[in-house]
Nanobody
């Protein structure tokens, strides 16, 4: 499985961006997915996750501002980010669990495949 993330960029505080992650392979619809981020000098943290059936999880820091969704027909998971803050600045990574693991996970070790990351910069 290969993951290709896109959609990052520079945006002013209060603005919006939508990240996309396209997955190769035929088992995407049966796989839990997640979006992580890593700010400079900090560890990688889970931002949002979604099960194959659409159940979602959000970190407290993004609840009410970010929305994760998926289109199984397009093998794509999205992260809609609204009301962006400077502290959202980070490299964002999409991640996939192994095929057949349909639930999302909040454990980084449960994600087996990782995309290359896309940089989001929020200016104040």
């Amino acid at each position: 499985v290969q993951l290709q993330a896109s959609g990052g960029g520079l945006v002013q505080a209060g603005g919006s961006l939508r990240l996309s992650c396209v997955a190769s392979g035929s088992t995407f619809s049966k796989t839990g997915m997640g979006w992580y981020r890593q700010a400079q000098g900090l560890g990688r943290e889970l931002v949002a996750a979604i099960s194959s059936g659409g159940t979602t999880y959000y970190a407290d820091s993004v609840k009410g501002r970010f929305t994760i969704s998926r289109d199984n027909a397009k093998n794509t998971v999205y992260l809609q980010m609204n009301s962006l803050k400077p502290e959202d600045t980070a490299v964002y990574y999409c991640a996939a669990r192994r095929s057949g693991y349909a639930a999302y996970s909040v454990r980084r070790s449960d994600y087996y495949y990782w995309g290359q990351g896309t940089l989001v910069t929020v200016s104040s």
